[in-house]
């Protein structure tokens, strides 16, 4: 499939954008703590956008819609989305909040800390989505995460559902969710520790994974997918229950893996994948990206991923 048959399939990105302050430590602090690092630099971060960058240069059609401040990191980070090829016309700026900011540590052994202060991000309401509903009408498949406030995530999938849109949630941060939301999602994309959180099962192995799996598709939504870290990602839909197992790779950054396996799974599921192939797929992206270091600087290219084993 060329590039322009992949760019026919446009993905709505409704979330959040950051600038991601990233320092490298031997370790992770402890309370209380404090540790000299190593390199420090910034990157253009946040779950919406991480995962609009990561659809763009994977081969598809991306609109995004966000709020930034009226300041320095606003107007960069929507230069930085034009350059990417991203829609931007939906994106709203706020004079009263700044924009987002992620505090990041990252360890030896490519784990993480984060503290984000939301700024503009946490006022995206649904008054500004009701001035976008055009984008709604022209997606095939809506992604969100959890970075903007609970009320536009309900108010998006509930308009996209009954314009029988796809809709895909990333439910990061980790937070109850409420019945009705779950039933207008078509795909529920939680790590353990949120499908533990949603499910209230805790998860030790394969089988309480399927059995979280269980409880989430019990509560309304059509197909889960449990991504397992290292140990890959649980399908778990119609077309039956699989383990996809992660690609074999040293891991130096993880902080946007999640946001690009979705991203990526977007893209596939897009291009007429099944659940199972686009998981693959996301798959195989995911671990292209932990072997780099921050946010959107790790997201790799169509090319890639497409020659990648």
């Known amino acids: 499939m060329d590039t322009e048959q992949l760019r026919r399939h446009n993905i709505l990105v409704v979330g959040s954008s950051n600038t991601d302050m990233v ?10 703590e404090t540790i000299l690092g190593g390199t420090f ?6 779950k919406g956008a991480n995962q609009a960058v990561a659809i763009a240069r ?4 991306v609109t995004f819609i966000c709020k930034t401040g009226s300041d320095i990191f606003g107007h960069q980070s929507q230069q930085l989305f034009e350059e990417e090829g991203i829609n931007t016309s939906y994106i709203f700026s706020d004079s009263e909040y700044p924009s987002g900011v992620a505090l990041i540590t990252v360890d030896e052994q490519a784990e993480n800390c984060i503290v984000v202060a939301s700024g503009a991000n946490a006022n995206l309401l649904p008054s500004d989505l009701a001035k976008a509903e055009e984008a709604v009408d022209l997606a095939d498949i809506v992604l969100m995460q959890l970075e903007i406030p609970m009320e536009t995530v309900e108010y998006v999938a509930e308009i996209a559902y009954y314009k029988n849109k796809k809709v895909i949630l990333n439910p990061a941060l980790a937070q109850p969710l409420s019945p009705s939301l779950l039933k207008h999602l078509y795909m529920i994309t939680p790590n353990e520790t949120e499908a533990e959180m949603i499910s209230g099962v805790k998860i030790t192995g394969q089988e309480s994974a399927v ?4 409880v989430l598709s019990e509560m309304g939504v059509q197909n889960v997918i449990i991504t397992l870290g290292s140990k890959g990602a649980l399908v778990y839909c119609d077309e039956g229950v699989e383990f996809i197992p992660a690609f074999k790779v040293e891991a130096v950054d993880t902080t946007a893996a999640g946001d690009l396996f979705n991203g990526a799974l977007a ?7 099944n659940q199972i192939e686009a998981v693959r797929f996301a798959c195989k992206a995911s671990a292209i990206s932990v072997t780099r270091v921050g946010a959107q600087s790790s997201v790799p290219y169509r090319s890639e991923v497409d020659i990648f084993e």
């Open 23 to 32: 320092i490298k430590a031997g370790h992770l602090p402890r309370p209380g």
């Open 41 to 46: 630099f910034m990157n253009p971060g946040g």
């Open 58 to 61: 994977l081969g598809a059609s």
């Open 211 to 214: 059995k979280a799996a269980r």
């Open 267 to 273: 893209v596939a599921l897009s291009e007429g994948r």
